[in-house]
């Protein structure tokens, strides 16, 4: 970080809510890292990064602490699936890349989970039936698959 300057972090791993998010040394041990070591780290680099992308279950938690000095961050309520992870991340990214702002990126994220999980899996594409519009149900995504947008309240409004 101190080299790249990077805008948008994004952490894609393992989440246990108030114990951390899980990191591997070089030896492939996990230690949990806290909230609080997160945050007095990214403090360091608030000038830089607008955006956090916590890609990890329950971070949440994690995510509370580190809007104290990051714009935006996104943490997970809940468990998230790897596909339901992956779809949002295209979606955000695809729109953050198109120029838009992070609260539209994140909308389209969330969308994209929604489009992903109304689409069949591969190996039931076949086996769909025909349906009347009468039979369609309108699929609504659980509340623990949809990832939690944190907005700093005195946000620096010179990045989007």
Known sequence: MLEVKPQIVHFCGHGSGEDGLVLEDDDGNEHFVNSDALSQLFKQFSDNIECILLNACY???????????????????????????????????????????????????????????????????????????????TLVSPDHLIPVLKKKQNLNTEWH
């Open 59 to 137: 971070s949440e938690f994690q995510a509370d602490a580190l809007i104290q000095h990051i714009n935006y961050v996104i943490g997970m309520s809940r468990e998230i699936g790897d596909e339901a992870a992956i779809a949002f991340s295209i979606g955000f990214y695809d729109s953050i890349w198109a120029g838009r702002t992070v609260e539209v990126a994140y909308e389209l994220g969330c969308n994209s989970i929604q489009m992903e999980l109304s689409s069949p899996s591969p190996q039931s594409r076949k086996l769909i039936p025909i349906q009347s519009p009468e039979d369609r149900q």
